[in-house]
């Protein structure tokens, strides 16, 4: 291991895990980026939603800091300046400013400004709409580093089209010691779990609530919040409202399959792997899943997770695949997972981030004690 790294994160959330995916992919980073070796300080805007679901509230692993505005963050600046390297998150609250705020700071410190983009499909398409809600074509030229979910073609995209110094895949990862196997009846024939999405609700509908409709023989459920009342579930379909993370792998334990819906933006960029993927196999369930590019880079359609196109393939799987097989499919994906896909490799991979592009800032005097100018 290279030497050890003083970190500040400023991510949408590591407190709550209610309504997002990031709390889950930052905890599962974080703790094994610490367990490197390296000192974090995570930064998160302390905001009634979150607050109101606070499941994390004391991370032993680093040390999380609440502040309600720009103000508060300001007077954070002396914390910035001391870090290796300051990560601003997607989707954070003013994250232009706080953005702007971070690039700054890292420049007087020497140090690098990464922005880890969890929504990475999401944001491109925003900024083609000239949306700049927490993001700006001038920030990607002034991070030093851009740290993305989606790999892939998209990399040198950001790299060509959009002038990111440095893009590099990082990917959402699980942590092998809570999400496992356990022993648990199983209560579900297939399983879903997700925050409510207009854009992935027609593939649910698709490949849930259709086969539900078809197969009352079966049961189905489906966990997430914000669902509109106005969803005609059926009656076979049993729905959960929120499952936190600490109970995960207990609905993964429920389940004879999982099903795997990919958001539009990210399904037209593909090579965006989705956490519940990595979770669901870590857990032994097996996956069924739409299909998008690059999905075969994270595991093999066929041998590790199965594809489905609409209700009759979903019901072919559920009606006509024996256990053996279905076993045999689970026991694949987690060999996978477990090898290429832990929070642990994961976070070795940002660790060799972060230090080229300390390496490249000192050769290329741009970036980290450079010259290029903060917007």
């Given at each position: 291991?290279?030497r ?11 407190s709550s ?10 905890r599962?980073l ?6 490197r070796?390296?000192?974090?300080t995570f930064l998160?805007r302390d905001v009634?939603?979150?607050?109101a679901h606070?499941?994390l ?16 963050l300001?007077?954070?600046t002396p ?6 390297a300051?990560?601003v998150?997607?989707y954070?609250p ?15 410190a020497?140090a690098?400004a990464?922005?880890?983009?969890i929504?990475?499909?999401?944001t491109?398409?925003k900024?083609a709409?000239g949306d700049?809600?927490?993001?700006t074509p001038?920030?990607?030229?002034a991070?030093?580093?851009y ?6 073609p998209?990399?040198a ?5 959009h002038?990111a110094?440095?893009?590099r ?13 356990r022993?648990s ?6 399983s ?5 999405s ?6 649910l509908?698709r ?9 009352p023989?079966l049961?189905?459920?489906?966990a997430?919040?914000q669902?509109p009342?106005?969803i ?7 729905r ?5 993370p ?6 993964y ?16 960029a ?7 993927l990595f979770e669901?196999a ?5 996956l069924?899943s739409d ?6 880079t ?7 997770i199965?594809?489905a196109e609409g209700?009759?393939a979903?019901l072919?799987?559920?009606?006509g ?6 076993t045999?499919?689970?026991e694949?994906?987690?060999?996978r997972v477990?090898t290429?896909?832990?929070?642990a490799?994961r976070a ?5 981030a ?16 450079g ?5």
């Amino acid at each position: 291991m290279s030497r050890p790294l003083d970190l500040v994160v400023l991510g949408l959330s590591l407190s709550s895990s209610w309504g997002n995916g990031h709390a889950t992919t930052y905890r599962a980073l974080l703790r094994a980026f610490a367990e490197r070796g390296h000192r974090i300080t995570f930064l998160e805007r302390d905001v009634p939603w979150y607050a109101a679901h606070r499941d994390l509230a004391e991370p032993g692993y680093c040390d999380l800091v609440l502040y309600r505005d720009l103000g508060e963050l300001t007077a954070l600046t002396p914390r910035l300046e001391s870090a290796d390297a300051v990560m601003v998150g997607s989707y954070v609250p003013d994250g232009v400013a706080v953005g702007q705020m971070a690039i700054r700071a890292a420049r007087r410190a020497g140090a690098v400004a990464a922005f880890y983009d969890i929504d990475t499909p999401v944001t491109l398409a925003k900024l083609a709409r000239g949306d700049h809600e927490y993001l700006t074509p001038e920030l990607i030229r002034a991070y030093d580093l851009y740290l993305s979910f989606t790999g892939g073609p998209t990399l040198a995209r950001l790299e060509r089209e959009h002038g990111a110094p440095m893009a590099r895949a990082l990917y959402c990862s699980v942590d092998p010691e809570h999400y496992a196997p356990r022993a648990s009846p199983l209560r579900y024939d297939l399983s879903y779990l997700g925050t409510y999405s207009p854009d992935r609700q027609p593939t649910l509908e698709r490949l849930l609530i259709e086969p539900a409709r078809r197969a009352p023989h079966l049961t189905f459920a489906v966990a997430g919040p914000q669902y509109p009342d106005g969803i005609d579930w059926p009656e076979n379909v049993v729905r959960l409202d929120h499952v936190g993370p600490a109970d995960h792998p207990a609905f993964y334990a429920a389940s004879r399959y999982t099903l795997n819906v990919t958001r539009a933006d990210m399904i037209a960029a593909g090579y965006s792997p989705s956490v519940r993927l990595f979770e669901a196999a870590a857990c032994g369930t097996p996956l069924i899943s739409d299909s998008w590019d690059g999905l075969d880079t994270v595991l093999a359609p066929g041998r590790e997770i199965l594809v489905a196109e609409g209700p009759e393939a979903v019901l072919a799987i559920l009606d006509g695949r024996d256990e053996t097989a279905r076993t045999t499919l689970a026991e694949a994906a987690r060999a996978r997972v477990l090898t290429r896909h832990t929070a642990a490799c994961r976070a070795a991979e940002l660790e060799a981030a972060l230090h080229a592009a300390l390496h490249h800032a000192a050769l290329h005097g741009a970036g980290a004690g450079g010259i290029r100018a903060a917007p």
